[in-house]
């Protein structure tokens, strides 16, 4: 394997994997950069899990090649590949104490037991479990077992580490402390992290780059900012966060083309009837149907003169759930930035 940093850590080339009729991945394209946290994302279903057992050899490709730093490794057995996964429920050895299986990978190779020791003495202070390597798995959080297969998985270096899922089983909040731990684990490391989640805002949080999954394909590749600002498609503007998609005869009523684009709703100011707006801005009047008060931001939904609805996002910054709820009914005039609306292929 060559160790040239500008040698893609992944490449696949049109590479498929089909069950009978089902095409779970279909003549996929794809190169991830060395060193870099890659986000595969997508509905369920859409076929991110079959990439990634494949790029661990758990799988193989129906056609296609795929390279793991230059090398084919379509054929190589899981063992042959240096890659690591780390899996959704863990799958510690619930025998063994935390340092045994922090160890383990270790203990395979028939590493000096003085060597094992430091090693592991590392990798648990690296994921904050320093001290706790005589426990049992069944003694630790959920949020505490994913750091043990977090630091087994990473205590031989592997060029690429996978992760299936890896924060499906913890609530909200741990979620949220372990999005930012792993993304700092990942920098200090500087292993090639591929993460896969249905989560937009896990992918957002933690990728360098994202990968949508849409029925088998890639809809899209690009930075978190370029896939929300700038979705490429239909798709991935729906399944990025909240979008108002404008089609047909609304589209060429508000823009003047019949050419679907999409805006966000955070970036549509909803203000009073007769405001002024100047010529770089969209405007329109409509009546709200409905308000949701979330707390930090209100929800509302507007019908457009002529037809047509709008999603509009509002921050309160200065309004009470009092303020908001009354706007419910009444005549407003939204307007947005033009170059906040992003013109949509398919
Ligand atoms: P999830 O988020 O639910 O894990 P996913 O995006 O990872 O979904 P895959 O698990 O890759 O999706 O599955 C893609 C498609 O391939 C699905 O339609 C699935 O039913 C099908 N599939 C996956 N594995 C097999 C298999 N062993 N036999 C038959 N069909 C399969």
Redesign the pocket.
């Known amino acids: 394997m060559t160790n040239n940093p500008s040698t893609p850590a992944i490449r696949f080339n049109k590479v498929s994997?089909h069950?009978?009729d089902?095409?779970?991945?279909d003549e996929v394209d794809l190169e991830i950069i060395n060193g870099e946290f890659f986000s595969?994302l997508?509905?369920?279903?859409?076929?991110?899990?079959?990439?990634?057992?494949m790029i661990a050899g758990f799988?193989r490709p129906t056609s296609g090649s795929i390279y793991l730093y230059g090398q084919d490794v379509s054929n190589l057995p899981p063992y042959e590949r240096d890659v690591n996964t780390v899996f959704q429920d863990y799958a510690l050895f619930p025998h063994m104490n935390v340092g045994d299986n922090v160890a383990y990978g270790l203990m395979i190779k028939k590493v000096s037991k003085a060597e094992r020791t430091k090693r592991v003495d590392e990798m648990l202070e690296l994921v904050q479990l320093k001290g706790f390597a005589g426990r049992k798995p069944s003694q630790l959080s959920g949020g505490q077992r994913q750091r043990v297969a977090l630091a087994r998985a990473l205590i031989n270096h592997p060029k690429v580490l996978l992760l299936?899922?890896p924060l499906g089983a913890l609530d909200l909040k741990l979620r949220q402390q372990m999005q930012i731990e792993l993304k700092n684990i990942q920098k200090q490391v500087g292993i090639t992290f591929i993460f896969?989640?249905?989560d937009q805002e896990e992918a957002i949080t933690m990728s360098d780059r994202i990968a949508v999954?849409n029925q088998?394909k890639i809809e899209q590749i690009g930075s978190p900012s370029q896939i929300y600002e700038r979705p490429a498609s239909t798709f991935v503007a729906g399944f990025v966060g909240t979008s108002n998609l404008i089609q047909g005869e609304a589209a060429k009523r508000i823009n003047g083309s019949d050419q679907t684009f999409s805006i966000r709703p955070e970036k549509i100011h909803l203000g009073s009837l007769g405001e002024k707006n100047g010529s770089d801005m969209i405007s329109l009047d409509g009546v709200v149907r409905d308000v949701v008060y979330l707390g930090l931001y209100t929800r509302y939904l507007v019908d457009i003169d002529g037809g047509g609805d709008l999603i509009v996002i509002q921050q309160n910054l200065k309004t009470t759930s009092m303020d908001v709820l009354s706007i419910k009914g009444q005549k407003v005039r939204l307007s947005w930035h033009k170059e906040h609306m992003v013109s949509i292929g398919v």
């Open positions: 994997r069950f009978g089902v095409k779970a991945v595969m997508g509905p369920s279903g859409s076929g991110k899990t079959t990439c990634l057992r799988d299936d899922e896969v989640t249905h999954f088998g």
